[in-house]
């Protein structure tokens, strides 16, 4: 036979469908949307170009970490085999939990690269709970968001309260929500698209299933990244932010306003200290609950859960992080003003 | 029924993923190329650029090498649309003429401008520039140093913004950003001793001027001789 063919496998002869040709106008749109681009000068009208700028400064700053993050999840996919995820969910919760958490230490990535980790882990057997554990943490304990919260507060008196408070309310708030979530299996936990969206492809080699969760999980990722970024855009072109500026002496509603502020502004974890610090008008408790409350749940974040975890998954995330973080930084308040 | 050997051949779906993930690696190698980065990031997050230019032009590439497959894996209608949408950023970044941040976000970004700006707790002593202006107007500390230098002579790079309630001075503003432009805070400084009406919003101008702090203000006071029209520079935003 001249064609090349797979082992001698014989399946019947599919019935010729019509050719889908949905490329073609999909390509046409993104031609045309080139061209109005380039003939329209939407740049002209401000507040489209602010949107724009934004827009494209949120995806262009997270796709990457989104890529390292998908390229961790086949390499766990691919390389890593599932019984020892199924050892580590055999561990008690109460060492599971904190153990997620530590491991998070060594993942420098931000908050848009733990969540494809933290789903290939829980597809792989890891309890859903350890999972969403280290995916809370990851991105508030590890190194580099470490030395970047020591930078950005380094010369004032509140140096150490805002790093280690930033680590050990972090790591409480991920655990917390771990243990929330209890004993959930992977299929009550994972959106059914999460799920079963890939094939059972154990029979290819293994470059060819690599690339196939490489890319599946960026594509899967990147959809709701950029839903997140255009919301998260649009509330920055419109809503000013100054209006938080009002309650910065009031105890409880600075905190929630921070909170709330970091819920708008989806920045990344990396960075966010710097952010945090200019906030002079608040005290260290306020800007704590900043940055620990943003890198687990902002716009673009959500747009992720809501892709990946079921219904449900949002509503426990924000519930338990709003009100974990609000206590521990109501105490820090107390304590440091 | 006939029964045929099962083929190995090229996948639509894989093809049109390379596809989507090459559209994005093409768009980080542009702004490496280009020297855009700064448009979006700032000097302390441009390393994600040519991170992103690797990871996404391996996966394509690695796709592409992967397209071809035994099993039956056509590109329907609904992924078309979806990996269409993951591309339409791309092209709207590539399309859209380079542009910066203007007056009109200034406004929207007042917490940060009004009381405190994005830059780190920092000693004014050594040549001034706009993120000392920024820190003085943060942080008291800066401020007092900065008041000690009152008089001294300063240069600042940046675009006009008019306040209507101040008709005799305009503003140069100057955006700091510390990570990507969605964190770009104000730093801003008040120019006394020009004629307003001669200036134009988002306008870019250099001034040279002798710098008195007040209070939380910042005041330049300059010739109109001083000033010079400047193109938008290369890094428009600064990093503290």
Redesign the interface.
């Known amino acids: 036979m001249a064609t090349r063919t797979q082992a001698h496998e014989q399946v019947p002869a599919p019935a010729a469908e019509p050719r889908d040709l949905t490329w073609v106008w999909v390509l046409g749109a993104l031609v045309a949307v080139a061209l109005a681009a380039r003939v329209a000068h939407p740049n002209q009208v401000a507040w489209l170009r602010n949107l724009l700028i934004v827009f494209g400064s949120l995806l262009i700053e997270a796709m990457p970490f989104v890529a390292v993050g998908a390229l961790a999840s086949a390499l766990i996919e691919v390389f890593v085999p599932a019984s020892t995820f199924a050892k580590m969910a055999s561990l008690p919760r109460a060492v599971q939990l904190p153990a997620a958490a530590m491991a998070g230490l060594a993942f420098p990535v931000c908050e848009c690269g733990s969540v494809p980790v933290a789903r290939r882990l829980a597809r792989k057997g890891l309890s859903p709970a350890a999972a969403v554990t280290f995916m809370l943490a990851a991105p508030i304990v590890n190194p580099v968001v470490i030395a970047s919260t020591f930078v950005a507060y380094r010369g004032r008196d509140s140096l150490w309260v805002m790093v280690g408070g930033r680590f050990v309310i972090g790591m409480l708030v991920a655990i917390c929500v771990g243990w929330v979530i209890g004993a959930r299996r992977p299929g009550e936990l994972l959106r059914g698209a999460a799920v079963g969206d890939e094939p059972d492809d154990h029979d290819e080699p293994r470059a060819s299933r690599f690339f196939s969760h490489l890319t599946g999980d960026l594509v899967f990722m990147a959809r709701f990244l950029i839903v997140g970024a255009l919301i998260a855009a649009t509330i920055q072109t419109f809503v000013p932010s100054s209006i938080v500026d009002r309650v910065a002496g009031l105890p409880v509603l600075s905190l929630l306003a921070m909170m709330t502020l970091a819920f708008l502004l989806s920045l990344c974890s990396e960075s966010d200290a710097f952010v945090a610090a200019s906030f002079t008008s608040f005290g260290p408790s306020a800007q704590l609950a900043f940055l620990v409350f943003g890198p687990m749940v902002d716009l673009k974040l959500g747009a992720l859960y809501m892709g990946t975890y079921s219904k449900g998954f949002l509503r426990t995330v924000v519930v338990v992080v709003t009100a974990v973080t609000l206590v521990a930084t109501l105490w820090i308040q107390v304590v440091w003003g | 029924?006939?029964?045929?050997?099962?083929?190995?051949r090229w996948s639509?779906g894989?093809l049109?993923?390379?596809t989507?993930?090459g559209a994005?690696a093409a768009?980080?190698w542009t702004?490496l190329l280009t020297g855009r980065t700064y448009?979006?990031?700032?000097s302390?997050?441009a390393w994600?650029?040519p991170?992103?230019a690797v990871?996404?032009s391996a996966?394509a590439l690695?796709?592409l090498?992967?397209a071809r497959?035994?099993?039956?894996e056509?590109?329907?209608?609904r992924s078309?649309?979806?990996?269409?949408?993951?591309?339409?950023?791309v092209?709207?970044?590539?399309?859209?003429?380079p542009?910066?941040?203007?007056?009109?976000?200034v406004?929207?970004?007042?917490?940060?401008g009004?009381?405190?700006?994005?830059?780190?707790?920092?000693d004014v002593t050594g040549p001034l520039d706009f993120v000392d202006v920024g820190a003085a107007q943060?942080?008291p500390s800066a401020m007092r140093q900065l008041e000690g230098r009152a008089g001294e002579s300063i240069t600042l790079d940046g675009f006009v913004t008019k306040e209507a309630s101040e008709p005799n001075e305009i503003l140069l503003t100057r955006y700091i950003v510390?990570?990507?432009?969605?964190?770009a805070?104000v730093a801003q400084v008040r120019i006394v001793g020009l004629e307003p009406s001669q200036y134009a919003d988002d306008e870019w101008v250099s001034v040279t001027g002798l710098v008195y702090p007040f209070q939380r203000d910042v005041f330049v006071q300059a010739e109109p001789d001083s000033v010079t029209q400047i193109p938008v520079p290369d890094q428009p935003y600064l990093t503290?």
Not at chain 2, 1 to 8: F, T
Not at chain 2, 91 to 97: E, G, I, K, T
Not at chain 2, 178 to 183: G, P, S
């Open positions: 029924m006939s029964l045929v050997a099962r083929r190995v639509s894989r049109a993923t390379a989507a993930l994005w768009l980080f702004l448009l979006y990031l700032s302390r997050t994600l650029v991170v992103g990871i996404f996966g690695g796709r090498l992967t497959s035994a099993g039956d056509p590109l329907d209608r078309a649309w979806m990996l269409g949408a993951i591309t339409l950023p092209v709207l970044v590539l399309a859209l003429p542009a910066t941040l203007g007056t009109y976000s406004s929207k970004r007042s917490t940060f009004g009381s405190a700006i994005g830059a780190t707790a920092r943060s942080f510390t990570c990507c432009v969605a964190d805070t503290p």
